[in-house]
């Protein structure tokens, strides 16, 4: 299922009631019709007292249309939680938890909140494959937002700290493009940190190209390439990584006015979820809702063109 709505009006018009995007749900879940998850049986009632539930016509299992997805078990209309994915997913920013209260003029901030944070959850997909080939690895820094910082941010006189962040870029087309990334937040640069970045991130075999600090060889199966460099000279080196780092920040600054120390990981998750699938929104509409979930891991290459899948 591969198409997808293009613009708001197509989405409006193809996901304008609960009915249509229960349909959705049952379409991607069952693409072959209703299989009871207990004893596989084909034949379901719909009930009529609980909402989008199919009660299995063999074992008498009952079944929600959003089981297993982040939907499940929540009071919202199915509605909200397709457009806050919508537009998540086809933002190429993001959306705050504020913009969307006001764009799906939610009731309450708490709301809008815990279905971003939900959203945001399901970005991390389990056992997304490790980056490979030609990878340029490198460090940053980024400021922090404390807790009581203005949401403008404090100038001069503000708490404002610094996070380490670790990023790898995959190096495609001969350096022509970036692939996909990783980004990590980092308690230090020591080499057993900057270790465990590549082994968590990069595959064996791959190649790791550096500024050449110290802390990166050793590394167990990556072949190092350092190139040491003067900081000017870094961005030249290391072009896609630093362009990464920078459009993060911006990104950082722009749609959450600086990101919170405790949050920082799962805004890295959120920024690589999004670039990694900058070509592929469907894919993460349907991710971020949790119906990919409920599917075997595909590789990476299906991903960005699902009609070269086979
Ligand atoms: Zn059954």
């Not at 949790?290 to 070269?308: E, W």
Request: proline share 5%; charged share 15%.
């Amino acid at each position: 299922m591969i198409d997808f709505p293009c613009s708001l009006i197509e989405f409006q018009q193809r996901f304008g009631d609960e009915a249509a995007c229960a349909q959705y749900l049952a379409a991607a879940r069952w693409p072959d019709g209703f299989v009871c998850p207990r004893c596989g049986g084909g034949k379901a009632w719909r009930l009529a007292t609980k909402a989008w539930t199919y009660e299995c016509a063999d074992c008498g299992r009952q079944t929600s249309i959003t089981a297993g997805t982040i939907m499940h078990h929540s009071k919202l209309p199915l509605t909200a939680w397709f457009w806050a994915a919508y537009l998540m997913a086809t933002h190429s920013n993001g959306i705050s938890a504020l913009q969307l209260q006001r764009q799906l003029a939610f009731g309450s901030y708490k709301t809008a909140w815990l279905i971003c944070a939900k959203l945001r959850c399901s970005m991390l997909a389990p056992g997304r494959s490790l980056l490979a080939g030609l990878v340029e690895v490198d460090e940053t820094e980024i400021a922090c937002r404390s807790k009581n910082d203005p949401v403008a941010g404090g100038g001069g006189r503000s708490h404002q700290g610094k996070m380490l962040v670790l990023g790898a870029v995959e190096v495609e087309d001969g350096g022509l493009g970036p692939g996909r990334i990783r980004l990590s937040q980092a308690a230090d640069y020591s080499a057993a940190s900057l270790q465990a970045f590549l082994a968590a991130n990069v595959a064996s075999g791959a190649t790791a190209k550096t500024d050449g600090w110290s802390g990166y060889p050793g590394a167990a199966g990556i072949i190092h390439d350092p190139h040491v460099v003067g900081t000017m000279a870094a961005h030249i080196v290391l072009p896609w990584v630093h362009r990464i780092f920078s459009n993060l920040k911006v990104w950082a600054l722009g749609v959450y006015h600086g990101l919170r120390r405790r949050h920082l990981q799962s805004h890295l998750d959120e920024f690589v979820f999004r670039f990694n699938r900058r070509r592929t929104r469907h894919a993460a509409f349907r991710s971020l809702l949790g119906i990919a979930a409920a599917q075997p891991p595909r590789p990476y290459k299906m991903l960005v063109s699902p009609d070269a899948a086979a």
